[in-house]
């Protein structure tokens, strides 16, 4: 079974401009996660989505925002992109997003802003 | 608020010896327990978890108990091999209306030959 994809693998963008990162997450799985990962502060949770709906949003501002189309697949948008949104960014599925399931990561996304 | 606190590192050790990652906890409610693994050039994975109070999380030689009593889940292996340096993350995920994981900061292991 093929594993959680992330694309790109690599971005490089200017203050400014807005972004959207793509996560196919394993077959079967309907629950994905979101999270940013930067030396600084470390793994911090963006959103969830299950059966196309945001179940939760984690502390960013509203420039962070997400879908997740009908057969699970995610995409995350930043507008307006800032120096400090260089991170990685991980995308991480679950067969139904319930508290005890392992989550799958994705290899991410690494964004640079210039 | 909802945090996870984990032992700065690096740690180095040499092989053999016992390792033991101190995770400590805060949650509203009931959370699951996880330690997860982020070896060099590759992705995050789970290593153990544990979802229950007195609960034992164990994989390849790791070990870790979820302790309510204390609010912890320490990650402990008898005898490290150089294979198992890597960065070491403990992570809680609550049900807050949804689904939510808070990651420790995570603690990178090294293992001398």
């Known amino acids: 079974k093929a594993g959680v994809t992330q694309t790109p693998r690599y971005l490089i963008k200017t203050r400014g401009q807005q972004v959207t990162l793509s996560c196919s997450p394993i077959s079967g799985h309907r629950s994905v996660s979101w999270y940013q990962q930067t030396p600084g502060q470390g793994l911090q949770f963006l959103f969830e989505?299950?059966?196309?709906?945001?179940?939760n949003k984690g502390n960013f501002p509203g420039r962070f925002s997400g879908r997740q189309f009908s057969n699970s697949r995610s995409e995350m948008n930043v507008s307006t992109l800032e120096l400090g949104d260089s991170a990685l960014y991980l995308c991480?599925?679950?067969?139904?997003?319930?508290?005890?399931?392992?989550?799958?990561f994705g290899p991410g996304t690494r964004l640079l802003v210039l | 608020g909802d945090s996870v606190t984990q032992m700065e590192g690096p740690v180095t050790l040499s092989e053999e010896a016992f390792l033991t990652i101190n995770c400590t906890y805060t949650a509203t409610g009931y959370p699951s327990l996880f330690w997860y693994v982020q070896y060099p050039g590759e992705g995050l994975q789970l290593l153990l978890k544990?979802?229950?109070?007195?609960d034992k999380g164990s994989n390849k030689g790791f070990e870790a108990t979820y302790r309510k009593e204390t609010t912890s889940f320490h990650l402990e292996k008898g005898s490290v091999q150089v294979s198992d340096s890597a960065v070491y993350f403990c992570a809680l995920t609550l049900n807050t209306g949804g689904f939510k994981t808070i990651f420790g900061a995570g603690t990178r292991l090294f293992v001398k030959a």
């Open positions: 991480a599925s679950s067969l139904i997003g319930q508290v005890q399931e392992t989550q799958y």
């Open positions: 989505y299950f059966s196309e709906t945001q179940r």
């Open positions: 544990a979802t229950k109070a007195d």
